[in-house]
């Protein structure tokens, strides 16, 4: 499934770069993201945990991340395992950054995602589609407050909150069937 997502930081393209390229600091405003080795090289492993509904699931992986500081993008290819529920995940992804007129940055986010596995049922209904919408939301609104912050010990100290399974399925669900309804009535 091809997923993307854009939104405007309200900061100069240097300074959201800068945050970019910290990477920790952006593992940081991943909701249910960790991360738990950084090997060099831009090669990193982690783990990503989630709950949908009936289904948790907990990735451990690795993904490697390749900078272009001339043209302000970023890929990363990454790959995980959920050990205990069977589900595996690959996703490679795109981020440009473009400065706005105003100063501001637009950050466009491309991601080609592959689930296979008992998770891989949410990804044919739309809800993963929902799910990622809300967990970018969740993901910038990290990013303004690190760029916000008025020092750099209380921009360390802002993280995405923890991804909360059943409220984020439910609001996914009824978002996802909002935008059929929309769609069913354009029709």
Known sequence: ???????????????????????????RCLPGAEL??????????GRVSVKLGPISSSFDGAATIDFDDDERTLQIKGRGVDRSGGSQGRVNVEVRLVEVDDGATDVTIEAKVVL???????????????????????????????????TQEDA????????????????????AFLNWWKRLLSQ
């Open 1 to 27: 499934m091809e997923i993307t997502e854009q939104f405007t930081v309200a900061s100069p393209v240097s300074a959201v770069w800068t945050l970019f390229k910290n990477v920790p600091e952006l593992v």
């Open 36 to 45: 738990t080795s950084d090997n060099g090289n831009g090669t990193y492993d």
């Open 116 to 150: 296979a596995g008992p998770i891989a049922q949410f990804g044919r209904t739309g809800l993963v589609n929902e799910v990622s919408r809300r967990l970018i939301g969740d993901f910038s609104e990290c990013l303004h407050a690190k760029l916000d912050a008025q």
């Open 156 to 175: 360390e100290a802002i993280v995405s909150d923890d991804v909360h399974g059943l409220s984020l399925f439910l609001a996914s669900t009824v978002g």
